[in-house]
């Protein structure tokens, strides 16, 4: 009798710590045998579910017109808006929302004062402008993008031009109002991305299909920049002093255009590596500043309701050497759209010498490197200066 209960207390002794022997060698084995360890306890097959993550790619949408990311790609058929805006001393400065648009065309208006051409879709400024009047030329560059042209007037082939195009704002109390503090008449005249939006849904003008410039991805800038910033400072001095210089340093980090007038409408620029865009000033020493004012700020002074105005700041610089003439009237200036002529391209902190060509007036102007390869830009703004052959010059 004692002989058989010693057997089975032994034998309920081991049944009581058999779930821990078992819990104890689980954690301490690898998963890998997990399945022959349990297999040899408890006669079962252990299949060992396997979970596959899968990579999930995101897509990426570009701006046509300023070739950075944006969110839906319908965003490319906005509406587009050419707006004419002046660059003279007599009260049009600092202008507002001009480092906004998204395409810069500059060129001269009359007695070598400058007048810009600002391209813009999906504005998200309350106050762009002031607004001035239309030369023929800067309906060349607008017709292409498929834009409104905002405008105050103008010559009077321009003006016929643009009744004709059909797609035409100019002076309208309703898209357009003057402010009369800090501005003055004839450079007071402003509209908003609001007021745009409102005159192409009551226009129909509901779509845009803009020819535009080639861009590069924002990572294919960033990696162009980061490398000449590396080459330039690997260089020795003496490399730095040597005759091939141009050849040699790849970084270009200020520029001087020359449009023939007034330091007052001649500028300069300055690289800046930190941002790869190019700090804008006249040759007069003055920066070139502009008003932000975003969309839904109440405005009647931008000098009083925007903050402190913003240097402009261009991420790629494009010169074309263009012929210029005095119009029939002796006053106003013609100046070359259609043909092809020297170009200077400068992004990413290098320069480029190349060719623009335009073949029509409803063809977008085409850039190439010497050779004969179509240049892609940095994302961002890009700033086109019409630089005349007779009285220009353009120096880095």
Avoid at 84 to 109: C, M, S, T, Y
Avoid at 269 to 296: K, M
Wanted: glycine residues 8%; negative net charge; aromatic residues 10%.
């Amino acid at each position: 009798m004692v002989e058989k209960e010693m057997s089975l207390k032994s034998h309920h002794h081991s049944k009581k710590w058999a779930p821990y022997v078992l819990i104890t060698l689980l954690s301490t084995i690898t998963t890998a045998g997990l399945g022959w360890v349990y297999y040899q306890l408890c006669g079962q097959v252990v299949e060992e579910d396997v979970i596959v993550e899968e990579e999930i790619k995101v897509p990426h949408y570009y701006s046509v017109l300023t070739g950075k990311e944006i969110s839906d790609p319908t965003l490319n058929s906005s509406p587009t808006y050419c707006i004419q805006i002046p660059n003279g001393d007599d009260g049009a400065r600092p202008q507002v929302g001009l480092n906004k648009a998204g395409v810069v065309f500059e060129a001269i208006a009359e007695a070598g004062i400058t007048r810009f051409a600002a391209i813009y879709q999906n504005p998200t400024s309350s106050v762009i402008g002031p607004i001035r009047s239309l030369r023929l030329y800067y309906f060349d560059w607008d017709v292409p993008f498929n834009c409104t042209i905002v405008h105050a007037g103008g010559s009077s082939e321009a003006i016929a031009a643009a009744r004709s195009y059909g797609r035409d704002l100019s002076e309208s109390r309703t898209y357009e109002w003057r402010i009369n503090s800090g501005y003055w008449a004839p450079n007071n005249l402003f509209t908003s991305s609001e007021l745009l939006a409102k005159f192409s849904a009551d226009s129909g003008y509901g779509t845009s299909n803009p020819k535009t410039f080639a861009r590069l991805k924002p990572s294919e800038a960033e990696a162009e920049s980061i490398a000449n910033i590396a080459a330039a400072k690997a260089l020795t001095e003496d490399e730095k002093s040597s005759e091939n210089q141009r050849e040699v340093i790849p970084l270009i980090d200020k520029i001087s255009v020359r449009f023939g007038g007034s330091s007052t409408y001649n500028v300069l620029y300055q690289y800046s590596p930190d941002t790869n865009t190019y700090l804008r000033s006249y040759a007069s020493g003055a920066d070139h500043i502009t008003y932000t004012c975003p969309e839904g700020t109440t405005v009647s002074a931008p000098k009083r309701d925007c903050g402190d105005p913003e240097q402009v700041a261009p991420s790629a610089i494009a010169v074309m050497m263009v012929d210029q003439w005095l119009d029939s009237d002796r006053y106003h200036l013609r100046t070359q759209t259609i043909g092809s002529g020297v170009a200077y391209i400068f992004q990413n902190g290098t320069a480029i010498e190349g060719t623009w060509n335009k073949s029509s007036r409803e063809d977008q102007i085409i850039f190439k490197d010497k050779d004969g390869q179509e240049i892609a830009f940095t994302p961002g703004q890009l700033w086109i200066s019409a630089v005349p052959n007779s009285t220009g010059s353009v120096k880095y």
